[in-house]
């Protein structure tokens, strides 16, 4: 069965640090492009951040650059996002994602929803809550 599985999410104070995990089932995650989500409630479905195939690099939404970063153990084939500094504007469902074939569009693919949609592969969610 093809699926990413999510671990990791909780609570956290203002301030500290998260690590978020998904592990990949049924396929090979070091052939995938990965990014990760997250969606608040009443918002939309916000792009995080992305690794492209194509270079390995990684890129960042604008309200987590510098405090969120994104990684891979291809050996493990799992993908990871450390949440450092968090923010009670950080609380949400966290949502891990990965694709084969979305390097065509560069490094920023997951910043556009109209690719964000059509991602082969979804992990589960996981609540992220940032509170005092």
């Known amino acids: 069965q093809v699926q990413l599985v999510e671990s990791g999410g909780g609570s956290v104070e203002p301030g500290g640090s998260l690590r978020l995990s998904c592990e990949a089932s049924?396929?090979?995650?070091?052939?995938?492009?990965i990014g990760w989500f997250r969606q608040a409630p009443g918002k939309e479905r916000e792009g995080l951040g992305c690794?492209?195939?194509?270079?390995?690099?990684?890129s960042y939404a604008d309200s987590v650059m510098g405090r969120f970063i994104i990684s891979r153990d291809n050996a493990k084939g799992s993908m990871f996002l450390k949440m450092n500094n968090v923010k009670p504007e950080d609380t949400a469902v966290y949502y891990c994602?990965?694709?084969?074939?979305?390097?065509?569009?560069?490094?920023?693919?997951?910043?556009?929803?109209?690719?964000?949609?059509?991602?082969?592969?979804w992990g589960q969610g996981t609540q992220v809550t940032v509170s005092s």
């Open positions: 994602a990965a694709d084969s074939q979305v390097q065509a569009y560069g490094r920023t693919w997951c910043f556009y929803p109209s690719i964000v949609e059509t991602l082969e592969v």
């Open positions: 049924g396929f090979p995650l070091k052939d995938y492009n």
């Open positions: 690794i492209n195939l194509r270079d390995g690099r990684a």
